[in-house]
């Protein structure tokens, strides 16, 4: 079943349970999912890569407008936002553990041959696609500058 479908038949019990935030954040994801099957240059249907891409690109967006809602204070608008993160974190594939993250990290600082904060670029290239969609980016880049710089 691809996203669109899975985004359409939780659209339908979001509205008989006549929960708003999913169906706020589900909204998100189908607008998001069209946009994107009609850009520039687009075949039409979205590969399972752009899909959790796309989905990964939503929670960031909530997360970040969370943390400076929170930041000025604003915990009333704060919520909402986090709240949405939790619907549409359900569309993602399951998310690793710090601690296995920093397994794959490590093993390819030793597969490449990674010494210092020069390798970066590197690493974080190879770790990113081998970990797509089931790690955030930020904790991937905060696990490989701990370990190259240590």
């Known amino acids: ?73 604003r915990s009333d608008l704060a919520e909402p936002e986090l709240a949405q993160v939790a619907v549409i974190e359900k569309f993602l594939p399951e998310q690793l553990t710090e601690e296995e993250i920093e397994k794959v990290v490590v093993q390819t600082i030793d597969s490449i041959g990674a010494s210092g904060m020069q390798d970066m670029g590197k690493v974080m290239g190879i770790v990113s696609k081998e970990l797509a969609g089931q790690a955030d980016g930020k904790t991937i880049s905060t696990i490989v500058k701990q370990k190259l710089s240590s």
């Open 1 to 73: 079943m691809s996203l669109q479908e899975k985004v359409m038949t939780e659209m339908k019990a979001a509205m008989k349970a006549k929960d708003s935030v999913a169906l706020e954040s589900l909204r998100a994801i189908k607008s998001a999912i069209l946009l994107a099957q009609t850009d520039k240059g687009a075949e039409g249907a979205l590969s399972e890569e752009d899909e959790v891409k796309l989905v990964q690109k939503l929670v960031k967006q909530r997360k970040d407008s969370a943390a400076i809602f929170t930041e000025q204070g």
